[in-house]
């Protein structure tokens, strides 16, 4: 068995404070507990995101798909996040410092109206491509543009989320 970061789906915790790896798991942590990090955790009522904090690359020889996960979920929930959550799990195609609105986010997980849509195709990696992942919770009481019933709790969002990969050469996977 191989440390996230040297799997074949590689989980990088290097280019962040909020993602540590502990022996061989990737933990991500936004209440202070990691030096570098100024904070004691979120603001009860607003919104935080955190951009670049982790970077997954495909260190396989086959183009693969990314899909999420709700670990806690049951038959391991592959293909979903809570979808009333107040959590948002994004991604670009390299480094990034802008507008939230500008990354994209997985097709698992929830996201503002105005927010690129999500696209399951772009969730392909080739081998040695990776994307980097960025986090955002939306805790302010006014989430409308997540949809109807989203949730405003942090305990809300799940405590283990999975990234799953599957190979994309008959264009079709198991988590569409």
Do not use: C, K
Request: charged letters at 15%; hydrophobic letters at 30%; a negative charge.
């Amino acid at each position: 068995m191989a440390g996230d970061n040297e799997a074949y789906l590689a989980l990088d915790a290097s280019v962040s404070d909020y993602a540590e790896e502990t022996g061989n798991t990737l933990e991500l942590q936004f209440d202070g507990s990691n030096s570098g990090q100024n904070g004691q955790g979120l603001n009860a009522n607003a919104d935080t995101t955190f951009q670049n904090v982790m970077r997954i690359e495909n260190q396989g020889t086959e183009t693969i798909r990314l899909q999420l996960a709700n670990d806690e979920a049951a038959a391991g929930g592959i293909g979903t996040i809570p979808s009333n959550g107040p959590m948002v799990v994004s991604f670009t195609d390299s480094e990034y410092s802008g507008a939230n609105s500008g990354t994209t986010p997985f097709a698992a997980s929830p996201a503002p109206s105005y927010w690129n849509s999500s696209d399951l195709n772009g969730q392909d990696i080739g081998p040695g491509d990776d994307l980097y992942v960025h986090f955002s919770f939306f805790l302010n009481d006014d989430v409308g543009s997540l949809g109807s019933g989203a949730s405003t709790d942090i305990t809300d969002v799940p405590d283990d989320i999975g990234f799953y990969a599957d190979d994309t050469t008959s264009n079709t996977s198991d988590f569409s």
